[in-house]
């Protein structure tokens, strides 16, 4: 599954999987553009409007039942109700392997206690 | 004699001035790495705001409610919109009063850049400039007055060299009153809100302590042993607060953290500014030690409460000032100082004058600034929506960012037929 947040919600929104009992995010930053207003910035009488805005892209690999949990948890810490927050693509699986075991699908995404 | 310029003195006072005025951008580096990075640009700019409005309004009124006279509570207007104020001496010093004028402003400048710490990333610019200008008259031009103009403090015997009483507890004690009427950041207490570069921290603080030796310095006005004392104490004070420094953070956390030793070499800073000229240099070595325990235990402490003094200025400067003034009381040396002892020297009333100073210093800055920013914020928001701190100060305030890529950026001309739209300020 795939999420696309606003960085400044980034913390909500992990804060909500936590609680939803997702574990195992990847984060990176992107630059997207959707439908939101542009924002225009001025630099030594240079103006432009900056066509393009910086979002947060969570990548979550999760079993099926707990598909509906992640996209309420996504939509429950991202959402603001302006225009530009985010987009969450759901996307099937072919194949997960956990590096360290060699422990493939259900196996890989699914945590084990540490320790 | 007494009518006559010292061109070694003007030569140094000259140099003092700038080495002073150079901290406040030093301080706007030293804040903006504390600060995360969606309000870098914002968190100088309050310094920088600082040079601007600060400069005005002490050329306008501060210097001369500051300077003129010997009122005891304020001074006159004699010297309003610097009028008489020219080459001839000033009163006390050898010294043209334009350059005595033009290096207490940069003392004012700095104060007012100070107070910003407690309100960064959520008070609003414009907001900012209104109390900045009426702070630097009510409250700054005040204090200097009490503490170095020949008011109260000052005629009652109270030792501030280089500004304990306006400068440091004056900010300190204006930041925790400005952090309490403004209120916390939305997610204070709830998300870690780290600092986003700890070099500019140290760069900052770096560049504050080799302002400082024009600061302390200066303080005498002069090239005479005051001045040289102060100077060579602004080296050894720090010194020794970065070493305990390093134990205390070793000690609580088994390692020695970068932003503590940047905090460590303001705290020292600041301890020594009021304390310079009057104790030697073995005891400005203990002063720098023994300041860094309330500092560091009220930084601890204050982290745990709900109070966003987000900057830390009370711990740093309030603290390190209070407790600098009252080292005076206990250890001022009259063989050293040529002025008086303190306690340690048989002279216990030194240390009243230095108590009366360290408690009526802090409840006027507090007071003031109180209720200055109460009125200011029944005409005009002091603080940005929600969504503003959410999106950053530096887009929403400035236009800008500080880490601006220009990856899909679109440049816009008269000729390319794109209409700007409205800035997010004014739709978030």
């Given at each position: 599954m795939i999420g696309i947040v606003r960085p400044e919600k980034a913390n909500d929104v992990l804060e909500a999987l936590y609680r939803a009992d997702v574990r195992g995010v990847s984060m990176s930053r992107v630059q997207g553009h959707g439908g939101e207003l542009e924002r225009v910035e001025t630099y030594r009488g240079t103006t432009v409007q900056m066509g393009r805005s910086e979002k947060v892209r969570l990548e979550i690999a999760v079993s099926d039942e707990f598909v509906d949990a992640t996209v309420g948890a996504l939509c429950e810490g991202a959402?603001?109700?302006?225009?530009?927050?985010g987009k969450i693509f759901v996307v099937p699986l072919e194949q997960a392997i956990?590096?360290?075991?060699?422990d493939t699908d259900m196996g890989a995404v699914t945590p084990v206690d540490k320790g | 004699m007494s009518a006559q310029i010292d061109t070694g003195d003007t030569a140094w006072m000259l140099v003092a001035t700038a080495l002073v005025l150079m901290m406040t951008p030093a301080l706007g580096l030293f804040y903006a790495g504390l600060v995360r990075s969606k309000n870098t640009l914002n968190t100088f700019m309050m310094c920088v705001a600082a040079i601007a409005v600060a400069t005005v309004t002490w050329a306008a009124v501060g210097y001369s409610l500051a300077?003129?006279?010997?009122?005891?509570?304020v001074g006159g207007f004699?010297?309003?919109?610097?009028?008489?104020?020219?080459?001839l001496p000033r009163e006390g010093t050898r010294i043209p009063e334009l350059v005595f004028m033009a290096f207490q402003a940069t003392f004012c400048i700095i104060t007012v850049a100070l107070v910003s710490g407690a309100v960064v990333?959520?008070?609003?610019f414009g907001a900012f400039l209104v109390f900045a200008a009426l702070w630097s008259v009510l409250v700054y031009a005040v204090l200097a007055h009490w503490a170095f103009g020949g008011g109260w403090l000052q005629a009652g015997g109270t030792l501030d060299f280089a500004g304990g009483v306006p400068v440091e507890m004056g900010s300190g004690f204006s930041a925790l009153a400005a952090a309490l009427v403004v209120g916390a950041r939305k997610d204070y207490g709830r998300q870690a809100l780290l600092p986003h570069n700890a070099v500019y921290v140290l760069l900052g603080a770096g560049l504050l302590w080799f302002g400082w030796f024009g600061f302390n310095g200066g303080g005498g006005f002069s090239t005479g042993s005051s001045s040289v004392l102060a100077f060579t104490n602004t080296l050894l004070c720090p010194a020794c607060t970065l070493v305990v420094w390093f134990t205390l953070d070793l000690i609580r956390g088994r390692k020695v953290t970068a932003i503590g030793a940047a905090t460590a070499i303001v705290v020292g800073c600041v301890a020594i500014t009021p304390a310079g000229g009057f104790i030697s240099p073995g005891w400005a070595m203990a002063l720098g030690a023994l300041a860094a325990l309330p500092s560091y235990a009220i930084i601890v402490w204050r982290t745990r409460t709900r109070v966003d003094e987000t900057l830390d200025v009370l711990a740093a400067h309030g603290m390190a000032g209070f407790f600098g003034i009252l080292f005076i009381g206990f250890f001022a040396e009259f063989a050293w100082n040529g002025v008086s002892d303190g306690l340690f020297y048989g002279n216990a009333a030194q240390l009243g004058d230095q108590a009366l100073a360290a408690l009526a210093g802090p409840a006027y800055a507090f007071t003031v600034t109180f209720v200055l920013l109460k009125l200011i914020g029944l005409v005009m928001p002091l603080r940005a929506s929600e969504n503003q701190e959410a999106l950053g100060?530096?887009?929403?305030?400035?236009?800008?960012?500080?880490?601006?890529?220009?990856?899909g950026a679109i440049l816009i001309t008269p000729e390319s037929g794109i209409e700007a739209e409205l800035p997010v300020a004014d739709i978030a």
């Amino acid at each position: 599954m795939i999420g696309i947040v606003r960085p400044e919600k980034a913390n909500d929104v992990l804060e909500a999987l936590y609680r939803a009992d997702v574990r195992g995010v990847s984060m990176s930053r992107v630059q997207g553009h959707g439908g939101e207003l542009e924002r225009v910035e001025t630099y030594r009488g240079t103006t432009v409007q900056m066509g393009r805005s910086e979002k947060v892209r969570l990548e979550i690999a999760v079993s099926d039942e707990f598909v509906d949990a992640t996209v309420g948890a996504l939509c429950e810490g991202a959402r603001t109700g302006e225009v530009g927050d985010g987009k969450i693509f759901v996307v099937p699986l072919e194949q997960a392997i956990r590096i360290r075991t060699g422990d493939t699908d259900m196996g890989a995404v699914t945590p084990v206690d540490k320790g | 004699m007494s009518a006559q310029i010292d061109t070694g003195d003007t030569a140094w006072m000259l140099v003092a001035t700038a080495l002073v005025l150079m901290m406040t951008p030093a301080l706007g580096l030293f804040y903006a790495g504390l600060v995360r990075s969606k309000n870098t640009l914002n968190t100088f700019m309050m310094c920088v705001a600082a040079i601007a409005v600060a400069t005005v309004t002490w050329a306008a009124v501060g210097y001369s409610l500051a300077f003129d006279g010997d009122g005891s509570i304020v001074g006159g207007f004699g010297n309003a919109f610097l009028n008489g104020v020219d080459f001839l001496p000033r009163e006390g010093t050898r010294i043209p009063e334009l350059v005595f004028m033009a290096f207490q402003a940069t003392f004012c400048i700095i104060t007012v850049a100070l107070v910003s710490g407690a309100v960064v990333e959520r008070m609003r610019f414009g907001a900012f400039l209104v109390f900045a200008a009426l702070w630097s008259v009510l409250v700054y031009a005040v204090l200097a007055h009490w503490a170095f103009g020949g008011g109260w403090l000052q005629a009652g015997g109270t030792l501030d060299f280089a500004g304990g009483v306006p400068v440091e507890m004056g900010s300190g004690f204006s930041a925790l009153a400005a952090a309490l009427v403004v209120g916390a950041r939305k997610d204070y207490g709830r998300q870690a809100l780290l600092p986003h570069n700890a070099v500019y921290v140290l760069l900052g603080a770096g560049l504050l302590w080799f302002g400082w030796f024009g600061f302390n310095g200066g303080g005498g006005f002069s090239t005479g042993s005051s001045s040289v004392l102060a100077f060579t104490n602004t080296l050894l004070c720090p010194a020794c607060t970065l070493v305990v420094w390093f134990t205390l953070d070793l000690i609580r956390g088994r390692k020695v953290t970068a932003i503590g030793a940047a905090t460590a070499i303001v705290v020292g800073c600041v301890a020594i500014t009021p304390a310079g000229g009057f104790i030697s240099p073995g005891w400005a070595m203990a002063l720098g030690a023994l300041a860094a325990l309330p500092s560091y235990a009220i930084i601890v402490w204050r982290t745990r409460t709900r109070v966003d003094e987000t900057l830390d200025v009370l711990a740093a400067h309030g603290m390190a000032g209070f407790f600098g003034i009252l080292f005076i009381g206990f250890f001022a040396e009259f063989a050293w100082n040529g002025v008086s002892d303190g306690l340690f020297y048989g002279n216990a009333a030194q240390l009243g004058d230095q108590a009366l100073a360290a408690l009526a210093g802090p409840a006027y800055a507090f007071t003031v600034t109180f209720v200055l920013l109460k009125l200011i914020g029944l005409v005009m928001p002091l603080r940005a929506s929600e969504n503003q701190e959410a999106l950053g100060m530096d887009v929403v305030q400035h236009g800008e960012e500080a880490y601006v890529t220009g990856e899909g950026a679109i440049l816009i001309t008269p000729e390319s037929g794109i209409e700007a739209e409205l800035p997010v300020a004014d739709i978030a």
